[in-house]
């Protein structure tokens, strides 16, 4: 059997040993095997503490248990029995071998939950026609991207509450501002004014 599915993974048992060699079979009968078909399939990361992470949706998630239940399912469609030892050997020998998280994401770019917009080029690519696994954060803004969204409801909001020539745009700057990782203004944002006058409409936008 060349494939096992486990949980949201299908994991590949008939894979290129060295590139540009014809796929074959490899068996899960050593750590080192295992740790091969499961890292050809699911691409891992781990954090400073050694927990472990896997990419999905074009952002690296915490494992919960995922990845023990890919190992029990690639051993048992290969009926090879499992043991504590065994998994704890095959769990050191990966986080030795994939690499680490990055502390914070990178400046130039907002990772969406369709793909990833590149702020210097103006530039969209989705996670489904491109490959962004290594880019190694668990951070993603949960909204998709859309160049030709409109949002005139939003407009009027914003004109009314900072009528001031550039107020509007200022808004939308600081929203923009913080879906970035981009700290080098060293500002803070303080709204004033009365009551009832948007600053809560403003902030529960910001969170939605």
């Not at 750590?31 to 890292?39: F, P």
């Not at 891992?44 to 472990?52: E, G, T, Y």
């Not at 949706?57 to 469609?77: H, I, P, S, T």
């Amino acid at each position: 059997m060349s494939k096992v599915w486990c949980d949201r993974f299908l994991l590949e048992t008939e894979i290129p040993v060295e590139v540009g060699y014809k796929p074959e079979k490899v068996i899960p009968n050593t750590t080192e095997n295992v740790y091969k078909i499961m890292n050809y399939s699911i691409n891992f990361a781990r954090d400073k503490s050694n927990n472990l992470y896997f990419y999905d949706g074009g952002v690296y998630r915490l494992d919960n248990k995922e990845v023990f239940r890919c190992y029990c399912a690639l051993l048992a469609k290969n009926d090879r029995g499992f043991t504590n030892a065994r998994y704890r050997d095959f769990e050191i020998f990966l986080l030795g071998h994939i690499s680490e998280l990055l502390e914070k994401p990178l400046e130039d770019r907002i990772n969406f939950r369709n793909g990833i917009y590149y702020i210097l080029d103006e530039r969209f690519e989705l996670h489904s026609e491109v490959d962004h696994s290594g880019y190694k954060t668990t951070i993603q803004i949960p909204i998709n991207y859309n160049s030709d969204a409109i949002c005139p409801n939003i407009d009027t909001f914003f004109n009314e509450v900072f009528p001031l020539p550039g107020g509007a745009e200022l808004l939308y700057d600081i929203i923009g501002i913080c879906m970035t990782s981009v700290t080098s203004q060293a500002k803070a944002v303080v709204l004033l004014g009365d009551g009832s006058n948007g600053k809560s409409s403003f902030l529960y936008g910001d969170r939605k």
